[in-house]
């Protein structure tokens, strides 16, 4: 049985990330309108994670909405809109999960 050993070993050249951003972005596909293109990235893997996340579960999903202006939709696909998130690993095991996930800001580009 394999175990998975969490090493904290911190130096200059491999640093362990415990607090990192990410985005979202959400855009029409330039090709096919009923399409979007949906970039997902951060500074490193803890913020592209908190991104990835933030964008697939439907309670984040729900307070990115409740973020955005009232006006806007997150389900237009006419729109390009941005969404900062930040993750926070875990204290326990330096891992992300649900809970370290935070919305930050949103909004649209015009």
Request: glycine share 6%; proline share 5%; with cysteine.
């Amino acid at each position: 049985m394999l175990s998975l050993v969490s090493i904290e070993i911190v130096t200059k050249e491999h640093p362990i990330h415990t607090l990192d951003h990410g985005i979202i972005i959400p855009s029409p596909h330039p090709n096919y309108p009923n399409r979007i293109v949906l970039i997902m990235a951060g500074a490193h893997s803890l913020g592209t994670a908190a991104g990835c996340m933030a964008a697939t579960r439907s309670s984040l999903i729900r307070e990115i909405q409740s973020v955005l202006p009232q006006k806007e939709d997150l389900a237009d696909k006419s729109k390009t809109i941005w969404v900062l998130v930040q993750g926070k690993a875990s204290e326990k095991d330096n891992l992300l999960d649900e809970d370290g996930v935070s919305i930050l800001r949103a909004g649209t580009y015009d």
